[in-house]
């Protein structure tokens, strides 16, 4: 029997919504270990000292090699790729048709003709179908994240050093002056007197380097950066950890791709495997509807307008164009109130209903979390990826909401916990929704990441 494809599971659940809701699988996993020290020391390292993540592993690298593979990108991509070359990066965002967000990733340019697209598959994915069935001469080479191969080897280590103390560990580590390497490009470094690919960004909000190499060199690196950090209070962030890092700065780690629906679709549905990631991730929350376009974003309801160039064309462009004019929702940080966070955890001790468990830092218990949030009576958009972070000392959470809808400062509510007593999925409890008051605040709610980097 010929495997089956990710259209075949949706004609089997009877729609997507059904096979996304119910779906057997819980949050996006990060297979490294839960915590180094403790995950309260390790969220403030990176705002007082600097901390170090080892990426190497939950992330999709898809390698693109051959001549047409900057065209590729600039067929696909809602980015300019104007002087886009060796030593640059950018993050990639990919849309449907429909001018709707199927994903977005890190791409990095090594060579001149070889490049990688990093992140959670779906945008990688999209580029791929496209590599194999539009005519490209291209090469495409999946490192598929370590949990979905289970060897744990990967072509490229990839560490992250973040923090007000991160250049200064590196200068050491470098045994030099590091370079000056503007935001997103990359530079290229010694260390342990290994070649050393690095990347100047800021995920966490603060300063810092993504350093890159083959995979067998990564004890090595590691140790040397380790041994510059020891009096300057470099701490690794383990797993709980890393899955709260993107909020301060204002990054939704994802949103469900704009992929299920749709006769456009429909042939890349039947290419994607029905035992791959897409056919397996989860929808959770309080928002819920019959109809999976619901959940669909455009780029501008994400917050990237700021990336969306109409200097080519590219599939979605047509529909952006008239999208662009019409309202969109906007990206803002929602303040938990913290009463109502205790309430919520106040109900374990109670007999009777109880509250949706809040697993603490990280409430994600779907690979795609959409809680409603509401304002005056109305729904007013999604609250996504809650939190609770020790810089800030409360939960937190990102949030699309309709223009129009409440100034910096205004009170709205957040609907917790899943209809009916809750889904199929095994990871949650018999429960009971409860309404959560929030503050709107800033997004990137970091005065780092708002202020300085993203300028």
């Known amino acids: 029997m010929s495997q089956q494809s990710l259209e075949d599971r949706i004609q089997q659940a009877g729609n997507p919504v ?68 060796r030593n640059k990066a950018k993050q990639i965002v990919v849309c449907n048709y429909d001018g709707y967000v199927i994903g977005d990733s890190i791409l ?12 959670r598959p779906n945008a990688g994915n999209w580029i791929q179908f496209h590599a194999e069935t539009g005519g490209y001469d291209v090469e495409v080479d999946v490192d598929h994240r370590s949990v979905s191969h289970h060897t744990g080897r990967r072509k490229r280590y990839r560490y992250e050093v973040q923090g007000p103390n991160a250049l200064e560990i590196l200068t050491r580590a ?3 002056k590091l370079p000056d390497i503007r935001f997103f490009n990359m530079g290229e470094l010694k260390i342990a007197g290994r070649d050393v690919r690095a990347l100047r ?9 993504e350093l890159m190499g083959p995979f067998e060199e990564k004890d090595e690196i590691k140790a040397a950066v380790f041994e510059a950090g020891k009096d300057l209070g470099l701490l690794e962030g383990g797993a709980r950890t890393y899955s709260t890092v993107a909020h301060e700065s204002g990054w939704v780690p994802s949103e469900l ?72 929702k906007k990206k803002v940080t929602l303040l938990w109130n913290n ?29 795609y979390p959409y809680d409603a949030v509401y304002h005056n009576g109305q729904q007013v958009g999604f609250s996504l990826y809650p939190v609770y972070t020790s810089n800030f000392r409360r939960w937190i959470s990102l949030a699309l909401l309709d223009e129009g809808v409440g100034d910096i400062g205004s009170e709205v509510e957040i609907l ?5 007593g809750g889904s199929a999925k095994p990871l949650v409890e018999r429960h009971v929704q409860t309404e959560m008051r929030a503050t709107i605040a800033p997004c990137p709610i970091s005065d780092v990441a708002r202020e300085t980097y993203r300028a």
């Open 339 to 367: 009463d109502d966070v205790i309430r919520v955890f106040a109900s374990l001790f109670e007999q009777g209903d109880r509250y949706k468990y809040m697993d603490i830092p990280a409430s994600h218990y779907a690979t």
């Open 416 to 420: 917790w916990g899943e209809p009916d």
């Open 257 to 328: 791709p704009a992929i299920y629906s749709g006769d456009k679709m429909k042939s890349y549905r039947e290419w994607l495997p029905g035992n791959g990631f897409e056919a397996n991730a989860s929808l959770g929350g309080s928002f819920v509807s019959d109809n999976i376009e619901d959940w669909y974003l455009t780029p501008m309801d994400i917050g990237y307008s700021h990336i969306l160039k109409f200097d080519h064309d590219f599939i979605g462009r047509q529909a952006l164009e008239e999208k662009a004019k019409q309202p969109h």
């Open 18 to 85: 059904e096979l996304l809701r119910n779906a057997q699988v819980g949050p996006y996993v990060f297979p490294i270990e839960s915590e180094c020290s403790n995950w309260r020391d390790e969220q403030e390292s990176w705002r007082k000292t600097a901390v170090f993540f080892d990426q190497s592993h939950h992330m999709t690298d898809h390698y693109f090699r051959g001549r047409d593979a900057v065209r590729l990108f600039q067929d696909l991509g809602i980015n300019s790729f104007k002087n886009f070359g």
């Open 201 to 209: 960004h800021g995920m966490a909000g603060a300063p810092g380097l």
């Open 108 to 119: 990095f340019a090594f060579e001149e003709d070889l490049f990688s697209v990093v992140n």
């Open 174 to 176: 470098t045994g030099e």
